[in-house]
């Protein structure tokens, strides 16, 4: 009875300032890049 939950992708047009936050987020995690945690909360403090 238990199916993989398929979440639709392309919620990036409905908020695409909130996707790039995410984005931005993940790719600190995963050490992409080094300043994006920093963009990311002067983002959320203006």
Do not use: C
Not at 11 to 40: C, M, T, W
């Amino acid at each position: 009875m238990d199916q993989p939950v398929q979440l639709p992708y392309p919620r990036q047009r409905d908020h695409p300032q909130f996707s790039k936050l995410v984005n931005q987020i993940l790719n600190r995690i995963l050490g992409k890049r080094e300043n994006a945690v920093y963009n990311a909360e002067r983002t959320v403090n203006l």
